[in-house]
């Protein structure tokens, strides 16, 4: 098991930065691949970011790309997201995940290992 505990949310104006952590613990050894996936309200959840585990190779959705950025530090077993340029359209629960197969997937049902979220509110 892989427990992951999400902070950084918080209220932000637009065009204002956020940083997101993602802390892991226990078998952290099992966290090859990981991401942070979005939820806005009335809204199914979406893929945002994901990075292997060399932090080498990171993919986005079109929606944040040139503006989010996704990194790790596997030493840390922590995961971040820097949210720059945010947009009225970003206010979401931000979740991380853990892919246990590392294979850069950016399906929700490909993760196995869920964060409880942490809310990102941007006023216009």
């Known amino acids: 098991q892989v427990h992951l505990v999400e902070s950084g949310g918080g209220l932000v104006q637009a065009g204002g930065s956020v940083r997101l952590s993602c802390g892991a613990s226990g078998r952290t050894s099992m966290m090859y691949g990981m991401g942070w996936f979005r939820q806005a309200p009335g809204k199914e959840r979406e893929f945002v970011a994901i990075?292997?585990?060399?932090?080498?190779?990171?993919n986005y959705a079109d929606s944040v790309k040139g503006r989010f950025t996704i990194s790790r530090d596997n030493a840390k077993n922590t995961m971040y997201l820097q949210m720059n340029s945010l947009k009225p359209e970003d206010t979401a629960v931000y979740y991380c995940?853990?892919?246990?197969?590392?294979?850069?997937?950016?399906?929700?049902?490909?993760?196995?290992?869920w964060g409880q979220g942490t809310q990102v509110t941007v006023s216009s």
């Open positions: 995940a853990v892919d246990k197969y590392g294979l850069e997937r950016t399906t929700l049902s490909d993760y196995d290992y």
């Open positions: 990075i292997n585990w060399s932090g080498a190779i990171t």
